[in-house]
């Protein structure tokens, strides 16, 4: 497959021309809003004291390797996804948390950017709100502050030239596979068109109050999160695995997703005038990763457990101050039981940012989106 291998030298090359130029300019746009679950949560749970202590990430050992090693309430050794993506669209990392604000700030924050990404929530209200989180931002209440915000605040040409960030859609399909008495089980196909029926009322309501770009990442290959491996391989109980021994159903509801939402967002394109919207295909990319562990640029040579946990998978015990921690963060795909390491997290925001080879973002990259 010679295309195949013209294409990923391509992509290399692209790191290497993004990786040169960071930090250098300009921002590329005037702000980022960020809205979703824990891949780019950056401290809003921190604010909700009925939230479990499992579904925040403001204590050791996260943020090891972020400046002055401060856990801050990012699920990542690191930077996340949101803070990787606005570094490569020149900012220093992602817009504070919502809740961190004082009303003073919420006017000017509105022109820069503002995160309402909350760790445990999803495109259904009960998701995180429930058994897993007790108390998260639901995306409704994510958008509608948002909204309030804009209505108050907002400049409609500032907000319709900057960047939405939606990451969503991991916790509810996790609710479904790890909850055997989960209403999805009723009817599957009804409970992801339920999915994608919020994210469109979602993606319509951010357009009502201004927002044009949009850039939107799918559910990745969730089966292969430690946490998934873990139960797929209990020995009292084990499950289906793929070829990838990674839990074969909960890969399977991801899969069935990424078509739904893609041509949920082609629609809406022609709907609404003006809304563009640059899809990551989280499943390809994942799988590429997997074809792909060494490059040049990176090196992944543990791609099952957790760097940050104990017991099978490194997933048993979750991440804390007591838990073990691997010497290497940038050659493990997982920091924890759920959440990529900062060093994957990079590859995929490069991906989103700059790929040119039509396999990874639908239909144009982020680049080209903010370039509109
Ligand atoms: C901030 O604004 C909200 C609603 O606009 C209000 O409920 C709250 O009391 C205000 N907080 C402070 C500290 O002024
Ligand atoms: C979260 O809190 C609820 C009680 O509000 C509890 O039943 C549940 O076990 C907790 N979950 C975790 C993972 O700690
Ligand atoms: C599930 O719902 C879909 C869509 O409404 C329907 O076509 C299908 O027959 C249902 N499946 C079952 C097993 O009831
Ligand atoms: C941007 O969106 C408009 C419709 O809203 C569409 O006509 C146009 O082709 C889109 N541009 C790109 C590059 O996808
Ligand atoms: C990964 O490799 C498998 C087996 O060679 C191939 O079928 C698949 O298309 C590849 N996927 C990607 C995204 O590289
Ligand atoms: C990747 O890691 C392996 C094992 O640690 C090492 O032998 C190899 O040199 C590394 N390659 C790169 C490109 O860093």
Redesign the pocket.
Known sequence: MASWGGALVFVVLCFTVELATQGTAEPLLPAVFVFGDSMVDVGNNNFIEKCNISCKANYPHFGVDYPGHAPTGRFSNGYNMADRLAQLLQFDESPPPFLSLSNASLATRMSTGINFASGGSGLLDATGNGRVCTQVISLTEQVGSFKKLARMWGHADLISRSLILINTGNNDLFECTDFPDHNCH?????FL?GLVASYTRFLKDLYGAGAKKFSVVSPSLLGCCPSQRLIAHDPKNPRDVDEHGCFAAANDLSRRLYPMIASMLQDLSLELPGMNYSLVDSIKMVEWLFNNTATPSYNFTVLDSACCGGGPFGAYYGCDSSAPLCRDRSNHLFWDDYHPTDAATGVAAKLMFGDTTGLFVHPINVKQLVQL
């Not at 009723?186 to 009804?190: A, K, P, S, Y």
Request: proline fraction near 0%; avoid cysteine; aromatic fraction near 0%.
């Open positions: 009723r009817n599957d196909t009804e068109q």
